[in-house]
């Protein structure tokens, strides 16, 4: 099985900073990484596929970047309704894996 | 627009059958590369996902729990049903379907989950 690490497991922000959250593979994924978010009570939503490709919908502050076995998840200004966790997942081979996920709460 | 729902019980007895059924609008599972997935999440922790069924009737099941799962859908009715056989309290998370666009793509669309607590 490939193992996702993810890492910070959390972090506290301020709104309106910029923050990055890194994955690791432990094998070569080439860019089949994506990136969810997940707000408390409420179902995993995508926000990135193939590394670095926002799906519709996903604000331009959200970017991701990456190949192989190490990608950033990156949002350029964080807003109030970001704070939330996000886990990575790979989907290069199964079984598929998530990350343990990273928690963005309110400084 | 996708859609998707999970339904079925919110409580089972240990060794019991865990019977789900996601219930999906906006494609069709009969489409060329589209697949539908089972992943959960135990309270407080991370995802692990535990099987997918493609438009071709190809399945796939976490290593982990393959004896345990089987996969099937019906077109007609835009359904997939997962069943996990000898549930026991470790098996309480919520439990997601989810859409996947083509063979090679993560999943785009989630259900809203189905928590389902195993206990006697």
């Known amino acids: 099985d490939i193992e996702m690490t993810q890492s910070p497991s959390s972090l506290s922000a301020s709104v309106g900073d910029r923050i990055t959250i890194t994955c690791r593979a432990s094998?070569?994924?080439?860019?089949?990484l994506a990136w969810l978010q997940q707000k408390p009570g409420e179902a995993p939503k995508s926000l990135i596929y193939?590394?670095?490709s926002l799906q519709s919908g996903v604000p331009s502050r959200f970017s991701g970047s990456g190949s192989g076995t190490e990608f950033t998840l990156t949002i350029s200004s964080l807003q109030p309704e970001d704070f939330a966790t996000y886990y990575c997942?790979?989907?290069?081979?199964?079984?598929?894996?998530f990350g343990g996920g990273t928690k963005v709460d309110i400084k | 627009q996708i859609t998707l729902k999970e339904s079925g019980p919110t409580l089972v007895k240990p060794t019991e059958t865990l019977t789900l059924t996601c219930t999906f609008s906006?494609?069709?599972?009969?489409?060329?590369?589209?697949?539908v997935g089972w992943i959960r999440q135990p309270p407080g922790k991370s995802l692990e996902w535990l099987a997918v069924?493609?438009?071709?009737?190809?399945?796939m099941f976490s290593p982990s729990l393959t004896t345990r799962l089987t996969i099937t859908k019906d077109t007609s009715k835009n359904e997939v049903v997962l069943t996990m056989t000898n549930m026991a309290p470790v098996d309480t998370a919520t439990y997601y379907c989810?859409?996947?666009?083509?063979?090679?793509?993560?999943?785009?669309?989630w259900g809203q989950g189905n928590l389902v607590t195993v206990s006697s």
């Open positions: 906006g494609f069709s599972l009969s489409s060329s590369g589209r697949g």
């Open positions: 094998q070569d994924i080439a860019t089949y």
């Open positions: 193939t590394a670095s």
């Open positions: 069924i493609s438009w071709n009737d190809h399945k």
């Open positions: 989810a859409h996947r666009p083509s063979s090679w793509s993560s999943f785009d669309s």
């Open positions: 997942q790979q989907y290069d081979s199964y079984p598929l894996t």
